[in-house]
């Protein structure tokens, strides 16, 4: 490498991941915001018993609540993309947080269902919805090296906090009624503000990092021989391209980036990701149900569900730490499509259980694979699309996986009410994801691979032209030092140039005057290069 890349190298990045410092705040903001986005929704249903007494409703009706709030988390991603575009990731999640408080707070005095529908669904789950995405953007754009094992950090929030709501609930609700309840959660979702305000977002000044580019571009290009005139020009169509892209930036800012759909890597995700989603979450929802079928008890039965989120707990972590390992980091995909295979296959061996201990089994693998899948897809969806547009990604598979939601358990329902045998559902819903796991390892493998082979081939430019002049300086400086005559044929070319460089350059500077402002696009020489003394590159 040259010396030009080798001070290139010490350029100012913008949005440069630290891996560390600030970022592990972050990532607790990530850890919270997402432990309320997952566990709020389940941990209110411990609220509606007293709902259907209050309401006179039946159980379908209270269910609502919690499928309004992730319809909303879901279906209400591209909305949050062009939000996060226009305005950032803190302003939007410090609105989230409001609403999210506001909602549960104006449900304590709701009178009807329908009201509930509006508060505690519509707007807390828009308020969710407005931070859970944002935190991680922010999560992405904070860690590159250390992301997977921040992803499975960050992931875990969501088994921790169902654990922990899931039991408050029931405290508040035998203390203060179900009013006081949403009163008190509504006051702790005001922690999602918190958790918004120290997403400092990582941002550099532009015109300063031009400069230094400026700077560098300038002394690696003169040195090398070439024609002033030809280096200035390089420098102003270097500014005008960056001025150009970065109104073509702020410009697509505006609106969602649908561009991410010509990369094939996302369009497979997005489609693995709706088959998957269409059977993840229905074992889980008919677990304690089944369970109860078969005879157990209710006690045994609803601990089902804390096996499973004990076991969530380590398995997001470790699967993240596992994930950021040198020699598997490249492989994530087919990490991920493993997780998905071994949930499958873990539904659809256990389709038969009818033992408590059986079960117990069940619950076990079922958590260590799904907190293999919690901890993985975001990361495998960074991966492909990068930091730059994962903000237009997440929002659009947000919403792709809320078609799934809603076609995939209300599915599973009417052919349990239909069938009245769970065998089949699980049977299904392990089908669909062991489809999903096949179709991302086997698309990723013909498409993707096989392309990068293909571009991976070297390429030999023609003698004519091709290349940066970044790339030109960087390949001809090793040259320089071979034959020593020419050398010297330089160093004489160069000092017999003095004052013929300063009259060149003074009488380019009084042509400039009637084109453009007085120091637009100048450069300093180097004292005594001589302009018309050129020197081939080839005589390096």
């Known amino acids: 490498m040259g010396r030009a890349g080798a001070e290139m190298d010490h350029l100012p990045e913008k949005m440069k991941p630290p891996d560390g410092g600030w970022g592990w705040v972050v990532l607790l ?20 018993k007293e709902l259907m007494y209050d309401f006179h409703v039946g159980y379908s009706d209270t269910a609502w609540i919690s499928s309004i709030m992730l319809a909303m988390l879901y279906g209400t991603g591209p909305a949050c993309s062009i939000m996060v575009n226009q305005f950032g990731c803190r302003p939007v999640m410090l609105v989230g947080g409001l609403l ?10 709701t009178t009807n269902i329908i009201e509930l529908y509006l508060t505690a669904g519509m707007l807390t789950g828009l308020g969710m919805a407005l931070n859970f995405q944002p935190s991680l953007i922010m999560l992405g754009s904070y860690f590159d090296k250390r992301r997977p094992l921040a ?30 309840g949403f009163l008190i959660m509504g006051g702790l979702l005001l922690n999602c503000c918190t958790c918004g305000a120290v997403m400092r977002p990582l941002e550099i ?8 580019q400026d700077k560098y571009e300038a002394k690696e290009m003169l040195p090398m021989g070439g024609r002033v005139e030809e280096a200035i020009s390089t420098t102003e169509s270097t500014k005008k391209s960056k001025k150009a892209k970065k109104r073509k930036h702020k410009k697509r800012k505006k609106l969602l980036d649908f561009s991410i759909f010509k990369n094939r890597g996302f369009v497979i995700y997005a489609i693995a990701k709706f088959i998957m989603v269409l059977g993840l979450f229905v074992p889980p929802i008919l677990l304690v149900n089944y369970a109860k079928d078969t005879g157990v008890p209710d006690k045994e039965a609803a601990f089902l569900l804390s096996v499973i989120g004990f076991i969530d707990i380590f398995a997001r972590p470790s699967c993240g730490m596992f994930a950021g390992l040198k ?3 490249p492989h994530v995909t087919y990490l991920f499509s493993f997780a998905m295979l071994f949930n499958g296959l873990t539904d659809i061996l256990s389709a038969k259980a009818s033992s408590y201990t059986s079960l117990i089994i069940f619950c076990i693998f079922f958590g260590i694979s799904y907190g293999m899948v919690g901890a993985l897809q975001f990361e495998v969806l960074m991966a492909i699309v990068g930091s730059q547009k994962f903000s237009s990604a997440i929002g659009l598979v947000l919403l792709i996986e809320a078609f799934a939601v809603l076609i995939g358990p209300p599915s599973a329902g009417l052919l349990v009410d239909a069938l009245k045998k769970y065998d089949v ?44 002049e970044t790339e030109e300086a960087e390949s001809d400086v090793p040259e320089a030092e071979d034959p020593p005559g020419d050398n010297h044929h330089l160093s004489h070319s160069i000092n017999n140039a003095g004052s013929d460089a300063v009259n060149h350059l003074t009488e380019n500077k009084n042509t400039d005057r009637v084109g453009r402002p007085e120091g637009d696009g100048t450069v300093m020489i180097p004292g005594g290069c001589h302009v018309d003394h050129i020197v081939e590159r080839d005589s390096f």
């Open 29 to 48: 903001g990530c850890f919270v915001i997402t432990g309320f986005s997952y566990a709020f929704p389940k941990a209110v249903s411990v609220y509606f």
């Open 151 to 180: 992803n499975g950090l960050a992931a875990a929030g969501s088994p921790v906090f169902l654990s922990a709501l899931s039991p408050l609930g029931q405290v508040l609700l035998e203390k203060f009624g179900w009013r006081g």
């Open 100 to 109: 999210a408080s506001s909602g549960m707070i104006l449900a304590s005095f």
């Open 327 to 329: 020699w598997v980091r």
């Open 425 to 468: 559902i699980f049977y299904m819903a392990g089908s669909e994801v062991v489809l999903s796991s096949l179709f991302l390892a086997t698309a990723s493998y013909c498409c993707l691979n096989r392309a990068k082979k293909m571009t991976s081939q070297p390429e030999h430019p023609s003698p004519g032209g091709g290349g940066s």
């Open 205 to 212: 000044s532009m015109k300063k990092r031009e400069k230094v």
